[in-house]
Nanobody, 121 residues
Framework: QVQLVESGGGLVQPGGSLRLSCAASGPIQSINTMAWYRQSPGKERELVATISNGGTTNYADSVKGRFTISKDSAKKTAYLQMNSLEPEDTAVYYC???????????????WGQGTQVTVSS
């Protein structure tokens, strides 16, 4: 069974930093893409950052220069380093991964459970 386990969320003051982790497990042959999304109440879920299998990264304009996505392929884990956090960054952050499984020739998209990030004084 495929699982994405997220950790690292919490309460932080404006200007502070936080690092989120997303560990994938299960019969995973390869990870094509890992990404972070976030969603605030009453708003659409938005894409924050992506990283490809080859290491190519992309960021939403709102987080460029402040957030960094990275991965450890051996651990099948993605990270989101968040610096200079602002109250507007408050949201539930979700990990998403496009995976190729051993028992299926098709790629599938999987979601983590989400972790709350609150930026407040």
């Amino acid at each position: 069974q495929v699982q994405l386990v997220e950790s690292g969320g919490g309460l932080v003051q404006p200007g502070g930093s936080l690092r989120l982790s997303c560990a994938a497990s299960g019969p995973i042959q390869s990870i094509n893409t890992m990404a972070w999304y976030r969603q605030s109440p009453g708003k659409e879920r938005e894409l924050v950052a992506t990283i490809s299998n080859g290491g190519t990264t992309n960021y939403a304009d709102s987080v460029k220069g402040r957030f960094t996505i990275s991965k450890d392929s051996a651990k099948k884990t993605a990270y989101l380093q968040m610096n200079s956090l602002e109250p507007e960054d408050t949201a539930v952050y979700y990990c998403n991964a496009k995976l190729k499984l051993y028992y299926s020739p098709n790629d599938g998209a999987y979601w983590g459970q989400g972790t709350q990030v609150t930026v407040s004084s």
